[in-house]
């Protein structure tokens, strides 16, 4: 491949493009700059083939354009009358198996280091929801830290009220931070329908199967910001559920757990008392507005028949157990997704609460987390 | 109107009834044909409106014009009307006209069948448009109806659902009566080696389709059952499992591919040598790269399905297989190209359109290879680098295919000769026009920007605007089109029964506009 390989670098320096996005411009004509191991492959691999084709169809219609313009009528061209040769096909049905064999055998090479998830110094594991995503540290440094990460991008930017900022749905409120040089396996798994973890400047991208567990992995050899999109279609919101990671020193990543773990502890410790119902309120709309809102909307009137209204609704209305319930472990078959894991018994106990009391719902009862912590050791 | 006795000795006197009642009770292959490809051309604006809407919305970052659940309606509504309103339709409208003329038999197999898989076809339009209008909407979860994104999905979604049954039992029965036309009503002489290749193909695409279509129909089917019916084939919760629905889909699915591609290769070898007034370079490698294309459509099903995590054998069997495609497709390419050196080519609009057809279909044939390299597929599957090459195979492959065949033989079934001053101007806008719209989405896709999406990051925004620029370009070019068709149908040049002095083939030897019934006694091929 070396030599193949000089031919396909000293063409990428003939694209000013590809060298301006060299100096950390955003991609432009070419995949974005690799920073993992896997992604300089992928990159390298996809010049490779893109030369390859080039100069078989160069070749290929340097032949025909060549008969379009000399081998015409109005030139006075006579035609010939051959109509087979058995060299000449043979000769080409298998010269491009060759051709083909020799791209082949790097993308085996990539494939087979693409699927080696073990030995990670760091696990995560990914869930999509409609439409954000949930971090949970599985192992390593930093296990237990558990995340939700949305889409910080004000609603005015996107409908126009307001300018666009410069990471314009590329943005979250809580990123992933990675060790930089450190091995990272992604578990991958969703909450509702397919979604896909996707951050192009790892060469990784895996869907995420609610029910089910895939994973891969990617090694940063760079600081930095680091953006992408959920790339499978995932249902109304698909393009604003983007994936934020922020690859830190091994001091700063060290400090940045020590950080979130305090302020876990503060979390737990506050959690467990009893919420007044103006707090239970303030917490709850907040939790609407981040978690529920986008299906069940800002106004409680849903989106039927996919997502019914809450303003108004029987669950809503009725046993506080049963609307615990619900809010805690879904409702199967439909959109209604589990929301236990995601949320803690204070937001539950604070959402449920709000619903209650908000719109044409007037029970004016508060929900208590100890009342969802009982919900959930019920089941 | 007054009763008429009918002469009992008369047999060729033609009895149809008139008005609305002829083409509804037709069983003429021409008359279905005929309204095949009319109602394919409606379906083709239908879904280009859609299209124009979504690149209305994307011409600038930010939501402007559609909300994101009316969006992807759109995406969805847009790929399901033109893959199975549009250009399957239209190839089997190609078939009905052009197969009884070309193997020189009096009309299709089966005529009343025939009536009856294309009358199937308005209601399952209307079945599919109207979903729009039901409550929450038509189905939103991608023409791919990925569970369990397609179980969550309103009314709109069992709509679609019963429009795909009746579309896919249209094609199953239009496709058996293709297979037995083909196998048992050629003319004496015509061994099944020197059938036109378009016939060929045909028959090859068939198969796939009888093959297939059955497929869809039980996959589709299990949603349902899932939706309403408390099964739970494609929900883990159950026993069952999301991908598992992938996997039946593209058993389907890529075959689906080469049922809209093979018929227009068949086209497209049937015009080459017409204007290169010589004859096909490797006929029977054309036939052998037909079948060998339609076998290995079986077998690669999951290289769209990359990025599902398969375990690495999986991918690497895929990969190669995939790659493998390439080399009859290849073979097609360069028998073509070999059948244009040392010919005496003219330029009237079906060769521009077969000429552009080799060129930029190979483009989409080159990138489909780069897709096929599992590694690189994980970064640019659903992305807009795939709806490039996708639009590269399906409108610069299948549709500019339709393009050339119409202005082909549009003067054998209007007895007119179609304008050629337009039908250059139409090729050449829309050879402009769509590689404006898609060429700079292979750029969008390699920078990371996903497909399905309305709104995206800043950095996409100048090749978005330009593909929408190009898109209205592309659109309005095909009135030139609806200009050429009706021009021609009510008059213009005469058309001489063999108007193209490089044509060859039975269909030249009848009259033009081709009568109302040819070969009612076959012809004897040498």
């Known amino acids: ?379 | 109107m007054a009763a008429v006795i009918p002469d009992p000795l008369d047999h060729h006197h033609h009895h149809a009834p008139s008005g609305l009642m002829r083409w509804l009770t037709t069983t003429n292959h021409k008359d279905i044909g005929t309204m095949y490809l009319i109602f394919s051309f409606v379906m083709f604006l239908s879904g280009g409106v859609m299209a124009l809407t979504i690149r209305a919305e994307l011409f600038q970052p930010g939501l402007q014009v559609v909300q994101p659940e009316f969006f992807n309606q759109l995406t969805t509504m847009h790929g399901l009307v033109m893959v199975f309103g549009a250009i399957m339709p239209a190839f089997v409208g190609f078939a009905n006209w052009q197969i009884p003329l070309m193997i020189g038999a009096s009309d299709m197999a089966f005529a009343r069948m025939n009536n009856w898989s294309f009358w199937l076809l308005p209601p399952a339009a209307i079945l599919l448009l109207g979903s729009f209008f039901v409550p929450g909407g038509a189905t939103a979860a991608g023409w791919t109806l990925y569970a369990p994104l397609s179980v969550q999905m309103g009314m709109g979604m069992d709509f679609a659902i019963f429009a795909i049954h009746i579309m896919g039992l249209s094609s199953i029965m239009g496709a058996i009566n293709i297979v037995v036309t083909i196998l048992n009503m050629r003319a004496p002489g015509m061994a099944m080696m020197k059938m036109p290749l378009f016939c060929w193909t045909w028959l090859i695409t068939a198969y796939l389709l009888i093959a297939v279509m059955p497929v869809l129909a039980g996959a589709v089917t299990m949603i349902l059952t899932d939706r309403h019916f408390g099964t739970s084939f494609f929900n883990a919760a159950g026993g069952g499992d999301p991908v598992m629905y992938q996997h039946i889909f593209w058993f389907f699915g890529h075959p689906e591919v080469y049922i809209m591609i093979l018929p227009a290769f068949g086209i497209v070898s049937q015009i080459i040598p017409a204007f290169a007034r010589k004859p096909l370079f490797g006929y029977a490698s054309m036939v052998y790269a037909t079948a060998s294309i339609a076998i290995l459509s079986f077998v690669v099903w999951a290289h769209h399905m990359f990025a599902t995590g398969m375990p690495a054998v999986g991918q690497l069997y895929f990969m190669y297989a995939t790659m493998l495609i390439a080399v009859p497709t290849g073979v097609k390419v360069f028998n073509w190209v070999a059948t244009m050196w040392r010919g005496s080519l003219s330029f009237e609009p079906p060769m521009l359109w077969a000429t552009g057809f080799i060129f930029v279909f190979t483009i989409g044939g080159f990138t489909g290879l780069i897709c096929a390299i599992a590694p690189i597929d994980i970064q640019i599957h659903d992305t807009y680098y795939v709806v490039a090459h996708f639009h590269y195979v399906l409108v610069a492959g299948s549709l500019f295919a339709l393009f050339a065949g119409a202005y082909y033989w549009l003067p054998k079934w209007t007895g007119h000769m179609p304008s050629d001053r337009l039908g250059k101007l139409h090729f050449w806008c829309s050879l402009v026009f769509f590689n404006v719209t898609f060429f700079p989405m292979h750029f969008l896709g390699l920078a990371g920007m996903p497909r399905r999406i309305p709104d995206y990051a800043l950095q996409f925004t100048d090749f978005n605007a330009l593909a929408t620029i190009g898109a209205f370009g592309f659109g309005l070019s095909q009135l030139i089109f609806l200009a050429v068709v009706v021009k021609c149908a009510r008059g213009g040049k005469p058309a001489a029964a063999k108007p193209w002095d490089g044509a060859e083939g039975l269909e030249w030897t009848v009259p033009s506009p081709a009568p109302y019934h040819t070969f009612e006694e076959a012809p004897l091929v040498k």
Not at chain 1, 55 to 75: E, T
Not at chain 1, 119 to 136: N, R, V
Not at chain 1, 309 to 332: F, M, T, W, Y
Request: proline share 5%; glycine share 10%; hydrophobic share 45%.
């Open chain 1, 1 to 379: 491949m070396g030599l193949a390989a000089r031919i396909a670098a000293s063409t990428l320096l003939l694209v000013p493009a590809a060298a301006a996005q060299a100096q950390g411009a955003p991609a432009r004509y070419n995949l974005q700059t690799p920073v993992t191991g896997l992604a300089e492959q992928i990159h390298d691999m996809h010049t490779l083939m893109l030369v390859i084709c080039l100069v078989i169809f160069v070749g290929v219609f340097g032949v025909m354009f060549w008969a379009v313009i000399h081998h015409r009528r109005s030139r006075g061209a006579v035609a010939a009358n051959f109509h087979e040769n058995t060299t000449v096909e043979i000769a080409w049905t298998v010269i491009p198996v060759l051709i083909l064999l020799g791209m082949a055998w790097p993308a085996t090479k990539t494939v087979i280091a693409m699927k080696d998830t073990s030995e990670a110094d760091l696990t995560i594991k990914a869930t999509g929801y409609q439409w954000k995503w949930g971090y949970d540290y599985l192992q390593g440094e930093g296990e237990g830290i558990r995340l939700l990460s949305s889409l910080s991008t004000p609603r005015e930017q996107i409908e126009g009220g307001a300018a666009k900022g410069e990471n314009y749905l590329l943005e979250v409120d809580n990123p992933v931070v990675v060790p930089v040089g450190k091995k990272v396996r992604m578990l991958l798994t969703a909450n509702d329908v397919i979604h896909s973890w996707w951050v192009p400047a790892f060469g990784v991208k895996q869907d995420a199967i609610p029910g089910f567990i895939r994973d891969g992995w990617f090694r940063a050899d760079k600081e930095g910001v680091y953006r992408g999109n959920c790339a499978e279609l995932c249902g109304r919101d698909h393009a604003f559920m983007p994936i934020e990671v922020h690859v830190v020193s091994a001091e700063k990543y060290a400090a940045w757990v020590a950080e979130h773990r305090e302020k876990a502890a503060g979390a737990a410790a506050d959690e467990a008392r009893e919420w007044s119902m103006a707090e239970l309120m303030t917490r709850g709309e907040q939790v609407f507005g981040t978690i529920c809102a986008a299906c069940h909307q800002a106004n409680g009137k849903g989106l039927p028949p996919t997502f019914p209204p809450l303003d108004g609704s029987q669950v809503v209305l009725g046993d506080k157990a049963g609307q615990i319930d619900i809010v805690l472990h879904g409702r199967p078959n439909t959109a209604m997704a589990p929301f236990g894991g995601a949320l803690s018994d204070a937001d539950v106990a604070a959402v449920i609460t709000y619903t209650r009391n908000s719109w044409g719902n007037h029970t004016g009862e508060a929900v208590q987390p100890a009342e969802v912590k009982a919900g959930r050791n019920k089941s």
